[in-house]
């Protein structure tokens, strides 16, 4: 699915092999970067997310309830987490995403 984030930003995460699901930004700076991997089904997700303004990478996990996508990662065995709620931007994904 394409999710956009608060600051406008669009993303997208669509299958990419293996049960995995690849996170891209579509729209904004970082453009065709990777936002990270994430696997899982019904709406659960875990994996990996990329701040890409920040240059690190958070264990993350993704939850889909409706057309919101909420986002959190933390870093530092969870002593550092950030979270965030996207709003579905297509329902429609040609690649299987979420």
């Known amino acids: 699915g394409t999710w956009k984030r608060p600051n406008g930003t669009i993303i997208s995460y ?13 729209t904004g700076e970082y453009k065709g970067k990777s936002i990270g991997t994430m696997s899982g089904k019904d709406g659960s997700y875990k994996g990996e997310v ?44 040609k690649k299987g995403g979420f």
């Open 14 to 26: 669509a299958a990419c092999g293996g049960g995995k699901y690849c996170g891209t930004v579509q």
């Open 50 to 93: 990329n701040k890409l303004d920040e240059g690190k990478t958070y264990t993350g996990k993704a939850s889909v309830k409706g057309n919101t996508l909420s986002l959190s990662g933390c870093v530092m065995g969870g002593l550092i987490c950030k979270s965030e709620s996207l709003a579905r931007h297509k329902r429609i994904n």
